[in-house]
């Protein structure tokens, strides 16, 4: 699947894979997915448990998903 700039559409886009975020070439429009994040394995399954803790205690509920 071929990424798109978000902003103006362009195709013509690179993936800086050291940080994990897109930068279009001909807007410099630069964004990310989480996925994408480097980092974003480093959560072990106690820290993910903690923070679905913590937010049923601030919201009343269930875990949050960021896109």
């Not at 001909?26 to 996925?35: I, R, S, T």
């Not at 974003?40 to 803790?53: K, P, V």
Request: proline residues 3%; charged residues 30%.
């Amino acid at each position: 699947m071929d990424k798109i700039c978000i902003h103006c559409r362009s195709k013509n886009i690179i993936f800086n894979r050291d940080h994990g975020f897109y930068r279009c070439n001909d807007c410099n429009n630069v964004w990310a997915y989480p996925g994408d994040d480097p980092d974003n394995d480093e959560f072990d399954s106690e820290e993910t448990d903690l923070q679905d803790a913590l937010l049923e205690q601030m919201l009343g509920g269930g875990r949050m998903t960021f896109i």
